[in-house]
């Protein structure tokens, strides 16, 4: 069974701290996703990697950055931590598309609140 | 990715089937259609998915209408564990994200 753990399922900061969310996976996964989830907006993308040490923004990578320095490890840097970024963060990794398939698996995801 | 239509919710008694309809005829001919499933407050679970063929894995089947502008998930024994959110997606890989629509809420009862 492919598994994608997260470090924490819940985390509380304050506002302005630097947040680690740390997201590993045991299937050596060429892609690794990092998405944020919220109501009524549904699952946005962040960042991806499709390599070690490679990465692409998102749809709304910004406040955010990331890290990929092996294969199984995928970071989400808050920077700079702010309100607005109190949200459910999902990691996701999946194998190299075949034939236009790609199947992403998710982790437990980590509730973050900001105060 | 083709648009999907879902009902909002369903419900099902425990140990019932659970058929979950699809709706999806803009589909083109190299899209897959996907299921996936969230329980509250937990990550999404890939479930299965198909081109063409009906599928079956341990967790459900997937039925595709010959014409491939539907398709339905079936939970052949549903259990209270199977109360989620069901998303059908319909995509073929061009870069990275997934899309979730509204999905089904599937309430199973005792």
């Known amino acids: 069974d492919v598994k994608v753990t997260q470090s924490s399922r819940y985390l509380v900061k304050r506002t302005g701290e630097k947040v680690f969310l740390e997201c590993v996976q045991d299937?050596?996964?060429?892609?690794m996703f990092w998405y944020r989830q919220d109501p009524g907006l549904g699952l946005r993308l962040i960042y991806f990697?499709?390599?070690?040490?490679?990465?692409e923004k998102g749809d709304i990578p910004e406040g955010y950055s990331v890290s990929r320095e092996k294969k199984e490890r995928f970071s989400l840097i808050l920077e700079s931590a702010s309100t607005n970024q109190t949200s459910m963060y999902l990691c996701?990794?999946?194998?190299?598309?075949?034939?236009?398939?790609?199947?992403?698996?998710f982790g437990p995801g980590t509730r973050l609140l900001v105060l | 990715d083709a648009k999907t239509t879902q009902p909002t919710s369903m419900d099902c008694a425990e140990g019932r089937a659970a058929n979950l309809p699809c709706n999806h005829s803009?589909?083109?001919?190299?899209?897959?259609v996907y299921w996936y499933r969230q329980i509250h407050s937990q990550g999404p679970q890939y479930i299965i998915h198909?081109?063409?063929n009906n599928e079956t894995n341990e967790m459900a089947s997937l039925i595709i209408t010959e014409d491939r502008k539907s398709s339905t998930l079936i939970l052949p024994h549903a259990t209270l564990r199977d109360t989620a959110v069901y998303y059908c997606?319909?995509?073929?890989?061009?870069?990275?994200?997934?899309?979730f629509g509204q999905g089904t809420e599937l309430s199973v009862k005792p």
């Open positions: 803009t589909i083109s001919g190299n899209e897959y």
């Open positions: 990697s499709y390599d070690v040490k490679m990465k």
């Open positions: 198909g081109l063409k």
């Open positions: 996701a990794s999946s194998p190299p598309p075949m034939g236009g398939q790609e199947t992403q698996y």
């Open positions: 299937m050596d996964h060429e892609n």
């Open positions: 997606i319909v995509r073929r890989h061009q870069g990275g994200k997934l899309i």
